[in-house]
T-cell receptor, first 116, second 114 residues
Framework: AQSVDQPDAHVTLSEGASLELRCSYS??????LFWYVQYPGQSLQFLLK??????VVKGTKGFEAEFRKSNSSFNLKKSPAHWSDSAKYFC??????????????FGEGTKLTVSS | GGIITQTPKFLIGQEGQKLTLKCQQN?????MYWYRQDSGKGLRLIYY???????QKGDLSEGYDASREKKSSFSLTVTSAQKNEMAVFLC?????????????FGAGTRLSVL
């Protein structure tokens, strides 16, 4: 099976706090994991990805994510959070489609609201 | 840089109608995708294409057809629109069909069915 779970549909915090958005995955092989962000009224943009190597990966806009094989997680972090970080965040796993070609499998997303 | 252009931005259809959504990219990417985004849900893959004239079914292909007649364009057809259906259809592209590729998304087509 190949799936992604984002258990928190909504996260609210105050500007200046630390944010951590949770993501867990299920995949039988070594995973390639991604985070994308969707700002209000816009389409999805790539934030960062984990392929191999260092378990903490840094991306754009000051975000980083930590890959933990032990509990199949890939949580997104940023400190401090800014009101402009308010958006919907999607975690994704690169799975396999028909014929073995790669395809991205997305979680349901977490809507982050940062109040100023 | 490049851009993905989806047309139309808004599409209003009638129940049972056949509706076509278009997507163009100038990245010169090999692979293109169609995803459906429903309110409160994640993105679900409808169809993808790893090269011109190739089509691969995603998890949600029933009720849809797709066409990739040129490398730069990828069309999606809703074969019979369902009453009260509302969703956003997102087109994306990536460099090729191999591993680890970043997807670039268009702005989306919002569908409403009366």
């Amino acid at each position: 099976a190949q799936s992604v779970d984002q258990p928190d549909a909504h996260v609210t915090l105050s500007e200046g706090a630390s944010l951590e958005l949770r993501c867990s995955y299920s995949y039988s092989a070594a995973p390639y994991l991604f985070w994308y962000v969707q700002y209000p009224g816009q389409s999805l943009q790539f934030l960062l990805k984990y392929i191999t190597g260092d378990t903490v990966v840094k991306g754009t806009k000051g975000f980083e994510a930590e890959f933990r094989k032990s509990n199949s997680s890939f949580n997104l972090k940023k400190s401090p959070a800014h009101w402009s970080d308010s958006a919907k965040y999607f975690c994704a796993l690169e799975g396999r489609g028909q014929g073995g070609s790669a395809k991205l499998i997305f979680g349901e997303g977490t809507k982050l609201t940062v109040s100023s | 840089g490049g851009i993905i252009t989806q047309t139309p931005k808004f599409l209003i259809g009638q129940e049972g109608q056949k509706l076509t959504l278009k997507c163009q990219q100038n990245f010169n990417h090999d692979t293109m995708y169609w995803y459906r985004q429903d309110s409160g849900k994640g993105l679900r893959l409808i169809y993808y294409s790893i090269t011109e004239n190739d089509l691969q079914k995603g998890d949600l292909s029933e009720g849809y057809d797709a066409s990739r007649e040129k490398k730069s364009s990828f069309s999606l057809t809703v074969t019979s629109a369902q009453k009260n259906e509302m969703a956003v259809f997102l087109c994306a592209s990536s460099l090729d069909w191999g591993d680890q590729n970043t997807l670039y998304f268009g702005a989306g087509t919002r569908l409403s069915v009366l």
